[in-house]
């Protein structure tokens, strides 16, 4: 099969990460057990997930011109990802996400940096390129006029789009309007559908694009009520970036045409992967490994 397009228009981050078995209170000081720089940011994330698994991705975003940002830059280079539409940029540095990771599971302090010069009239200039997508997935770590903008000229262009709505912020109902897929955690939801004082239908036509992920439980869709996809139990070592390599996987299953609840399976199989190593991408499958584990898992069943 010919490869699809997927473009991914979000952040670029340096993780700073430190791994502790206690988490200080204010004005504590405690011993941390190691300490890690590696490559991540939403956008960053779900480009690398979506490209491990095959699809031909673009990304479009802001790096410094710095060297967190040229360490990026090469990274994401080498995994295959189009990057004529990343910018370094030379009056702000890199974005930054300072991450505490204690017993498998994080807190994050992210610094917008560089993410933050991604403009509408960046976006615009790439119109071409989302029109030549099969699939445009956002996230919220970039200004949100931004996001709007890429959702506008995306559906100008009949092309689907995915929103990952995080960080979770207030967002306008036309936004909402323009994405056909939402994809937030249970909290996400929760904010998203209380933010606006939504009238009952259009509370119902929101719903109905949300994909909500629960971690290992799966994910939840509205098809005539609610309906589970379930996940798969792994041993979960780090589950940053979990939501992300979901949000990939399912970019590149509904680029290829594959129907809503099997897209979210692999996903989930893809987030389950994901969450087995240390660091946003380093757990992150290729293609081939996700038919082994999936095979696997079915051969465990019989
Ligand atoms: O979703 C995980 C990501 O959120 C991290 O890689 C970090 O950079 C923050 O953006």
Known sequence: MEKRKVTVIGSINMDLVTKTEVIPKVGETVMGESFFTIPG???????????????????????????????????????????????????????????????GDNSIIVVSGANFEVTPEMVRKNESVIADSDVVLLQLEIPLESVMEAAKLAKKHNKT?????????????????????????????????????????????????????????????????????????????????????????????????????????????????SVTKLGAQSGMPTKEEVERFLQQREDDKS
Request: hydrophobic letters at 40%.
């Open 41 to 103: 940011g939403k956008g960053a994330n779900q480009a690398v997930a979506a490209a491990r698994l095959g699809a031909e991705v673009t990304l479009i975003g802001c790096v410094g011109d710095d060297m967190f940002g040229k360490d990026l830059h090469e990274h994401l280079e080498k995994e295959g990802i189009i990057l004529n539409n990343v910018e370094p940029v030379t009056h702000v540095s890199t974005g930054t996400a300072t991450i505490t990771l204690s017993k």
């Open 161 to 273: 789009v995915i929103l990952n709505p995080a960080p979770i912020q207030a967002l306008p109902k036309e936004l909402l309007s323009l994405v056909d897929y939402l994809t937030p955690n249970e909290h996400e939801q929760e904010l998203l559908l209380a933010a606006n004082s939504l009238a009952p239908d259009e509370l119902e036509e929101i719903r109905s694009k949300c994909i909500v992920t629960k971690g290992p439980e799966g994910v939840f869709i509205y098809d005539q009520g609610e309906k589970q996809i379930k996940g798969f139990e792994v041993e979960a070592v780090d589950t940053t970036g979990a939501g992300d390599s979901f949000n990939g996987a399912l970019a590149v299953s509904l680029s290829e045409g594959i129907e809503l609840k099997e897209a979210c399976k692999y996903a989930n199989a893809v987030g389950a992967l």
